[in-house]
């Protein structure tokens, strides 16, 4: 019946609080990493078109 224990360090009843914190920082800061890398260049073309002179889309992605 071994092989029917959940994965981690969370399943098991020994974990200390310090264990815990640490998987769950972890955790958190991959999430974190993965959306700052899908949303970091979106959120920059967002606020370029929300700028003063309202350029078009095509001008905020051109390199010129």
Do not use: C, R
Not at 4 to 19: I, M, Q, R, V, Y
Not at 29 to 57: Q, R, W
């Amino acid at each position: 019946m071994d092989s029917l224990k959940g994965k981690g360090k969370a399943g098991s009843k020994g974990a200390s609080k310090l264990d815990l914190l640490k998987e769950w920082t972890n955790w958190s800061l991959k999430k974190a990493k993965v959306a700052t890398h899908y949303g970091f260049i979106p959120l920059v073309i967002v606020i370029g078109m929300n700028s003063d002179p309202k350029p078009h889309l095509f001008q905020l992605l051109s390199p010129v």
